[in-house]
């Protein structure tokens, strides 16, 4: 294989039979064999030599060797230890490339962070099985590594979640955590047909531009995600019966929280925006239970 080739669908199938490689679902091994859907996601991590590109779950390597061409560096942490010779052939001659072998929900992510030392910034790309994406989404939030943004392959209807707008029916905890810290954009919808072997789904790329600091300002960002959650926690109750069960106040207290936020009690938790989420929770340090 040529250096810089890019790897084909069929080059890949041909690469698993010669390693004996079978996929495995327990690892939600959906492989991208969609020139165009790979070509999307390179572009919207808008890697340059100057920048680091970190990967969760190269798979093959498809992916990584096309952000190798255009990274300074590459990182990617992958479950699978089976898959190494099959990396090491598609990575072969890429010395900006470090495999990590391990589960990404374990990783101390900083530890790993001087590999990106001299970086410009550092983007993430991830195409992960579905149901690794929102614990993965919060580890890496959570670990204070600072990336510029993260590229991912999500279920489409968790896109429409995390783009929805107050009022909206998908709009819930998981749009207020994401809003809350990053700018979300949908780079492409993805058919099953874009995967070996097709999911039972369809898919989209989204983009998620972190912001230098989130979206609102808040007193104590847990007080805020308690808020969310209880708020969430039960869809069909009025705010006010939301908040005193979920967060154990009672009503004459949250009253007094909604009126210094100036959020009216019978309104429901899906029609706050961050802005109303914040005033709540800034309420509620002023004046704790
Ligand atoms: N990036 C490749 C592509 O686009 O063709 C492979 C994508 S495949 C959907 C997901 C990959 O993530 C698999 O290689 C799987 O073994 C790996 N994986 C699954 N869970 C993981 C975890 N918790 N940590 C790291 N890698 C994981």
New binding site residues.
Partial sequence: MAEHDVVHPAT?KSLLARHGFTL?KG???????DERV?ARIVDATGVTAEDGAF??????????RRLAMRARRVVA????PA?RPLLDEVLAGFDNVQIVF??????DLSALWCAFDGCRRVVLA????YY?TTP?LFHVLESGVPLSAMVL?VQREVADRMMAAPGSKVYGALSVAVQYRADVERVCNVHPGA?LPPPDVESSVVKLSILPSPAVAVRDESLFFRVVRAAFGTRRKTLLNALAGGLGADKATVRGWLASAGVAPDRRGETLSLAEFAAIADAMAASPV
């Avoid at 690892?27 to 064999?33: E, R, S, T, V, Y």
């Avoid at 990967?55 to 990584?64: K, M, S």
């Avoid at 942490?77 to 699978?80: L, R, T």
């Fill in positions: 890949l495995k690892f939600g091994q959906n492989f991208l064999i790979l990967e969760i779950g190269p798979g093959a390597g498809v992916l990584t942490i992958e479950k699978d898959l391990a589960d990404a929900l374990d990783v991830a195409n992960l099985p690794v993965l392959m995967f």
